[in-house]
């Protein structure tokens, strides 16, 4: 729907309606019990859908894309979508999100956090 309608305008406008509308994953920071294939099966969707979106042939690099266009890859969303998760469990006071973070902690890598927030 978006690359039909808006498929004349700049890079930039598309730019910002794709993070807007394609970079929402709800509950992504969730996301821990997925097999590699499934994971696998949503990252080439994400990459196909920007190869789409903004036009690029199939055999472009999707580094090269990605950098072009600023867009994180899609692991970066994942782990950063976890990382403020954890932070936000961490400020509750309530002791079943502090019982929930627990579980959570040996799923969620502690080292992306510090990259993204430092």
């Given at each position: 729907?978006?690359?039909r309608r808006f498929s004349k305008c700049s890079v930039a406008v598309k730019l910002q309606l794709f993070k807007t509308f394609c970079l929402c994953f709800y509950d992504i920071g969730l996301w821990c019990n997925f097999t590699p294939?499934?994971?696998a099966k949503l990252?080439?969707?994400?990459?196909?859908?920007v190869k789409i979106y903004?036009?690029?042939?199939k055999?472009?690099?999707v580094t090269m894309m990605l950098s072009e266009l600023a867009l994180p890859r899609f692991e970066e969303i994942v782990e950063k979508s976890?990382?403020?998760l954890r932070q936000q469990m961490s400020r509750s006071s309530n002791g079943l999100v502090s019982l929930f973070l627990v579980c959570l902690c040996g799923n969620i890598c502690p080292v992306f956090?510090?990259?993204?927030?430092?």
């Open positions: 729907m978006l690359t294939g499934a994971f990252q080439s969707a994400y990459v196909k859908c903004f036009r690029f042939s055999f472009y690099s976890r990382c403020d956090c510090v990259l993204f927030f430092f």
